[in-house]
């Protein structure tokens, strides 16, 4: 079993889905339904996970010498995610910040939105990110000749709100969504084939995510979905 590394280089595409409030993909199957995003062209996607330090226990001598030490485990709580983009992207606020669509009258396009101040950050959301990967160096490209991906999911996520948010002065920045990926989804193995299973087709994820895992990161020889046009319906699977 060869332990193969790999370095993401930069974000290729993102796919956005609609949960309910316990973490379960959002199906709905009404052409007008909104409930999958597809886009591309991402500035940069990072995140840190926050954990509560360990507790210390610290028993002293009376001549002030130690005699007992012990140290807790660290407490994981949840990651924050920091999402990067060059445009004003309406159907993002949307899923993630939970704001209300504007829409051209005449056109019906979305050309807006308006925050909601009872409702911001109350939308859940699961997130796929696939970036293109590292050549190490004097390596060939697609050794087995098949190309590969860096593929990240972030399955239950919240709280989504702005960090750096839009404005008439910053117009090479720029302007960031942070968002808080929780444990407890009820992702599993997805809705979508991601990965290659033992015959190399595409399939969903052959190891679901239990609700005690707050993300995956692998590499994955399927490539990444197509850019949709905007916010799509998704189905819910036939029962076999």
Known sequence: MANRTFRPRYTVRARWTILDDCGV???????????????????????????????????????????????????????????????????????MMNSYIEEDAQTQDIVGYRPSATGWGTSKFGLEIWAALSTPSGAQACPAGVQEWAYLLFPFNR???????????NNTDATQITF??????????????????????????????????????????IAPPPVTDGCVPLAAPVSS
């Open 159 to 169: 709280n989504g709100r702005w960090a750096t948010a839009p404005n008439a002065s």
């Open 180 to 221: 808080d990926t929780m444990t407890g989804g009820a992702w599993e193995d997805g809705p979508f084939d991601v990965v290659p299973d033992e015959t190399g087709a595409a399939s969903p994820l052959i190891d679901p995510m239990t609700g005690d895992q707050p993300y995956l990161i692998r590499r994955t020889s």
């Open 25 to 95: 993909v959002a199906y709905d199957g009404d052409p007008d339904a909104c409930v999958v995003y597809v886009r591309d062209c991402l500035v940069s996607y990072t995140w840190e996970d926050q954990f509560e330090d360990p507790q210390e226990f610290l028993v002293m001598c009376d001549n002030g010498r130690p005699q007992y030490y012990d140290r807790t485990d660290p407490t994981y709580k949840f990651t924050a995610g920091t999402l990067s983009v060059n445009d004003v992207d309406p159907l993002l606020n949307h899923i």
